[in-house]
């Protein structure tokens, strides 16, 4: 298992609670490396895309500069409206290894729409579902299985 997180507080809790066969890196997901500033005044963390004036910042890269070598079999992302970008950063491991993939899609209005419709764009044979984890669809999380 890889687990991911930029937030050096949170990263050291989880490294701390998660210990039996997981590779933890301390960076976020994203389209390609780079710096970018982050907030972590929300309790869950985000990328600012938008504010350069931040002193916070953080390490990104592709999951395809990361993960090289192994089959991934299995994809979660819940990273705070930076999920369409994360998948353009793990294009060569979708489409070669074409793993299970749960990507929140409620963060930002359009990725109930331009997810999906990417996600096909890359690999048409997923099939698509959307599940409903909470009351009044307040965490979305859509589905691509191939079988």
Known sequence: YYALE????????????ITDKVIHISVGAWERKEQLCFSAENGCGE??????????????????????EENVTFIKMDIEGAELPALHGALKIIKRDKPTLAICVYHKREDLITIPQYIKKIVPEYKLYLRVHYAYASELVLYAVCE
């Open 6 to 17: 930029p937030d050096s507080r949170l990263f050291e809790v989880l490294r701390s609670k």
């Open 47 to 68: 990328i600012l895309v938008e504010n350069n004036n931040s002193e916070r910042r953080i390490e990104v890269d592709k999951l395809d500069n990361l993960i090289t």
